[in-house]
Nanobody
Framework: EVQLVESGGGLVQPGGSLRLACAAS????????MSWVRQAPGKGLEWVST????????YYTKSVEGRFTISRDNAKNTLYLQLNSLKTEDTAMYYC?????????????RGQGTQVTVSS
């Protein structure tokens, strides 16, 4: 059974940083493209970032480019998202997902997500 367990969220002031983690199990993580998506209150799933299985290729939505960094540790079956220079509009529940942007936003999240709140 596929399991994705997100952690690392919290309350942070604008300009602050957080590091999210996603522990994966139940599939061959090292062979799987992975993504982060987020959902703000009252809105749909928004694609944030994708990383290829080999870690070479990374992609970001325009609003987070230069501020967020996606990475993975295939030995630990863990996906990460470093969030820097956070803005209030980054406030959302963050989920990790298998696949790229289309699959990640077209499939209901498997994990419970981790809440990121950016507020002064």
């Amino acid at each position: 059974e596929v399991q994705l367990v997100e952690s690392g969220g919290g309350l942070v002031q604008p300009g602050g940083s957080l590091r999210l983690a996603c522990a994966a199990s139940g599939f061959i993580f090292s062979d799987t493209t992975m993504s982060w998506v987020r959902q703000a209150p009252g809105k749909g799933l928004e694609w944030v970032s994708t990383i290829g299985a080999s870690t070479i290729n990374t992609y970001y939505t325009k609003s987070v480019e230069g501020r967020f960094t996606i990475s993975r540790d295939n030995a630990k079956n863990t996906l990460y998202l470093q969030l820097n220079s956070l803005k209030t509009e980054d406030t959302a529940m963050y989920y990790c997902a298998q696949g790229g942007a289309t699959l990640a936003t077209g499939t209901p999240p498997r994990g419970q997500g981790t809440q990121v709140t950016v507020s002064s």
